[in-house]
């Protein structure tokens, strides 16, 4: 049990330099919108690193709003372009 305790502990500084890059990247997105690298041509979606972690923000424009749609850890295989 004391094992698991210290994990907990030692979890959430990670979770909030977690939470806390998430935000500064999103606040650099709502500053420059057109950072991001245009993944997806149609449908406008752009991507954009999450610093000091394998991860990406996956968004796109409607208007002038950033809707992100999802957060994605860059070790993951690409999509494939038809999932049948």
């Known amino acids: 049990m004391k094992l698991l305790s210290i994990s907990r502990r030692a979890v959430r500084p990670a979770a909030k330099r977690f939470r806390d890059a ?8 709502r500053a420059h919108p057109y950072l991001g690298t245009l ?12 610093a000091g972690f ?7 424009l ?3 709003d950033i809707v992100i749609l999802h957060i994605r850890q860059t070790a993951r295989r690409e999509w494939p372009e038809d999932p049948r």
């Open 22 to 29: 998430v935000l500064d990247a999103a606040e650099m997105l």
């Open 39 to 50: 993944v997806h041509d149609e449908h406008g979606i752009r991507s954009w690193l999450v």
């Open 54 to 60: 394998p991860y990406r923000l996956h968004y796109h």
């Open 62 to 64: 409607i208007g002038g």
